[in-house]
């Protein structure tokens, strides 16, 4: 059964706000579904009281948390104490890299990615170096982008305490194959792994008990809900480290590692993404009573025919054009690459085609999109960057045909 586009556009509100512009900037921030809205708003209108005493709102607004941080927990096959909804990503890689840290010493190495978005670099880094641990760097290939887990496996060894590295990149927008990677990395060193979802998660929610993985995170106010960062710690680690919040909030899952404290209404409409994911399985023929593994698995291969489509014309007309240099994959024949495309132009700066694209109606940007590493090691100037166009199953055909007519102009 192929998408109902209509229906999912009718979900969310944005995609009739603004019809002279076609939104493709997906990968900074997504269009919020209308279970997200409806909720925030119930809470700020009805139960935005301090949560958890007996009296009636109070009582429902924790309820509403607790309901989204269990679903969540559910969604992703994780225990619920294993789970911390943040202000977001950036945030919680901060106050992990403060957790993780304070045992490192001159004897440990961690690896970062070149690959990665900062967030998943800068707080691993900065703290390596401030307890004089050393700092490993897996590279990409200056050419394409794309990474050789070969290249990692050479990196590892009996100091190696941490790997970090990305699902997909916000830049390449191609998926590395994070249980195999995780499954050497443990075979072959001591290390830990913690990998960034930012840039996968808006296409697919993993079982991340599958992968394997001692730290998972990504951005909710990209996967179509509020502005929370979703962090999950495998249990055994989390009873290791020390808690970064209030002395007597460290046996309490919900804030050892949220020192800003809950976002109530924030966290609240969380479980609105998972609505509006049910709703869509449903649509299209499930049932409320699958389990998260089944609707998952459905939702991926519905959503992915709908990325495939919208990617390969953009995808072959770049590759064809001899005027850009197109980071990444080529092609999506593979099945490991996202709608997320960036591309260089050979004549013109960035920020020019990305001026002529949002003169022409097309909603994209120029820039290093927080990944200037990844830039540099491809010899490409982070101050003009390069143009990103990043589509989700939302977008259309017709809007694809808008991009790549603004595209020939603009080139």
């Given at each position: 059964?192929?998408?109902?586009?209509?229906?999912?556009?009718?979900?969310?509100?944005?995609?009739?706000?603004?019809?002279?512009?076609?939104?493709?900037?997906?990968?900074?921030?997504?269009?919020?579904?209308?279970?997200?809205?409806?909720?925030?708003?119930?809470?700020?209108?009805?139960?935005?009281?301090?949560?958890?005493?007996?009296?009636?709102?109070?009582?429902?607004?924790?309820?509403?948390m607790d309901k989204a941080r269990a679903n969540w927990a559910a969604a992703l096959n994780v225990e619920a104490k294993e789970l911390t909804l943040g202000p977001s990503t950036s945030a919680n890689s901060y106050v992990m890299a403060q957790a993780l840290g304070q045992d490192w010493g001159p004897r440990d190495e961690?690896?970062?990615?070149?690959?990665?978005?900062?967030?998943?670099?800068?707080?691993?880094?900065?703290?390596?170096?401030?307890?004089?641990?050393?700092?490993?760097?897996?590279?990409?290939?200056?050419?394409?982008?794309?990474?050789?887990?070969?290249d990692l496996y050479r990196l590892l060894n009996d100091n190696t305490r941490w790997v970090f590295f990305t699902h997909c990149s916000n830049l390449m927008g191609t998926v590395n194959p994070v249980?195999?990677?995780?499954?050497?990395?443990?075979a072959r060193s001591p290390a830990r792994v913690c990998v960034d979802a930012v840039s996968y998660a808006p296409h697919h929610i993993p079982d991340v008990k599958a992968l394997g993985v001692d730290m998972y995170m990504f951005s909710l106010y990209k996967v179509y809900g509020p502005h929370q960062g979703l962090l999950y710690v495998r249990a055994e680690l989390s009873e290791e480290l020390a808690g970064q919040g209030h002395y007597f909030n460290r046996d309490d899952p919900a804030k050892r590692y949220n020192p800003a404290g809950p976002q109530h209404g924030q966290i609240a409409a969380c479980q609105g993404v998972l609505d509006y994911l049910e709703a869509l399985h449903v649509r299209h023929g499930g049932s409320t009573a699958d389990d998260g593994a089944r609707r998952s698995a459905a939702l991926y291969d519905l959503i992915t025919q709908q990325e495939r489509a919208l990617a390969e014309p953009l995808l072959d007309f770049l590759d064809s054009s001899g005027k850009v240099q197109l980071l990444g994959k080529t092609h999506c024949r593979d099945g490991d690459r996202a709608p997320t495309i960036a591309f260089r132009p050979v004549a013109h700066s960035s920020a020019a085609v990305a001026a002529a694209l949002q003169a022409d109606g097309i909603g994209t940007e120029n820039g290093d999109f927080y990944a200037p590493r990844a830039l540099e090691a491809m010899d490409i100037d982070p101050a003009d960057g390069v143009v990103r166009i990043s589509l989700l199953h939302y977008n259309s055909l017709q809007e694809v045909e808008r991009i790549l007519a603004a595209l020939d102009r603009a080139l």
């Open positions: 059964m192929p998408l109902d586009l209509e229906y999912v556009r009718s979900q969310f509100p944005q995609c009739a706000d603004y019809p002279e512009v076609v939104f493709c900037s997906n990968a900074g921030g997504s269009f919020v579904a209308a279970p997200v809205i409806e909720l925030l708003n119930h809470y700020n209108t009805h139960t935005r009281v301090q949560p958890y005493s007996p009296f009636t709102p109070s009582r429902e607004a924790g309820e509403a961690i690896i970062i990615c070149q690959q990665d978005h900062e967030a998943n670099i800068g707080a691993w880094a900065r703290k390596a170096e401030e307890q004089g641990a050393t700092v490993c760097e897996w590279a990409v290939d200056p050419a394409t982008g794309l990474l050789d887990p070969e249980a195999e990677i995780t499954r050497q990395i443990h």
